[in-house]
């Protein structure tokens, strides 16, 4: 079959795959992986070179990373350097080997075909983006993702989610999975709505896309309170946008 995406979205717990056909429509439902930790990349790639052994054969790989990926090259990931996954102990020989590790390169060798390698907020970003004016979009799961996009084009990233909201307190802490499950749905809903004001006046977006898959978790009354330039997007926009990214980014 000609023209196949191999689309994988990785986050802190565990990885989402599908293959789609050049028209964005997925082949199969999509299917999830937990992440084997502690997780080396080698580790990772072994993942991704069983997932795609196991699923219709693809042309190329779209892979979305949690952290700074610039041309395929991991310069920081959180959660794969630790132990254990998220908030578990740091780990220097797993800091070491995801160090400007190139998994755009890897990909490529280890499967034999083209592969892009995004931050998984951007992977997000490409399948619901307009593509007119300045559009934001950010990511709710265990941390805090963050993409910019203008007319289409992908802005070089920005770890926004290290950047202090408080004292001692970055945003990715504060409106992190953890944060969610000690506070209850409305009061973390609370802090989505404050995330949002807090941000607005340093994009000055014209679109702002919240997905994720604790988008799901915004409580009704906090939906209710999102201005007409935000909107809540499914968690399957990445595997969407692993197609459109070739044009955009790719």
């Not at 990349?41 to 779209?62: D, M, N, T, V």
Request: charged residues 20%; aromatic residues 6%.
């Amino acid at each position: 079959m000609d023209g196949l995406t191999l689309a994988a979205d990785c986050g802190g717990g565990g990885l989402k795959a599908a293959v789609l056909d050049a028209d964005g429509i997925l082949l199969a439902a999509p299917q999830r992986f937990p992440l084997p930790y502690p997780l080396p990349p080698a580790a990772l790639i072994a993942l991704i070179r069983q997932i795609a052994a196991e699923s219709p054969p693809a042309q190329r790989i779209s892979l979305g990373l949690p952290g700074m990926i610039r041309h395929g090259v991991v310069v920081h990931t959180p959660h794969y350097i630790n132990r254990s996954g998220p908030g578990t102990k740091f780990d220097p020989a797993l800091g070491a080997a995801w160090d400007s590790f190139d998994m755009r390169a890897a990909l490529t060798a280890a499967l034999g075909i083209e592969a892009l390698v995004l931050n998984d907020a951007e992977l997000h970003g490409c399948g619901v983006v307009a593509a007119t004016g300045a559009e934001l979009v950010l990511t709710l799961g265990t941390g805090l993702g963050c993409a910019l996009f203008d007319a289409g084009r992908l802005a070089p990233h920005l770890e926004i989610s290290q950047a202090p909201v408080r004292r001692g307190v970055t945003f990715d802490e504060f409106i992190s999975e953890k944060e969610r499950l000690a506070l209850g749905d409305a009061l973390w809903s609370r802090r989505v709505l404050k995330l949002l004001d807090l941000l607005r006046p340093v994009f000055h977006w014209d679109r702002c896309y919240v997905g994720g898959g604790n988008s799901r978790m915004i409580t009704p009354s906090a939906l209710a309170k999102l201005p007409d330039d935000v909107k809540v997007i499914s968690n399957a926009a990445a595997l969407r946008g692993a197609v459109r990214a070739w044009d955009l980014v790719g």
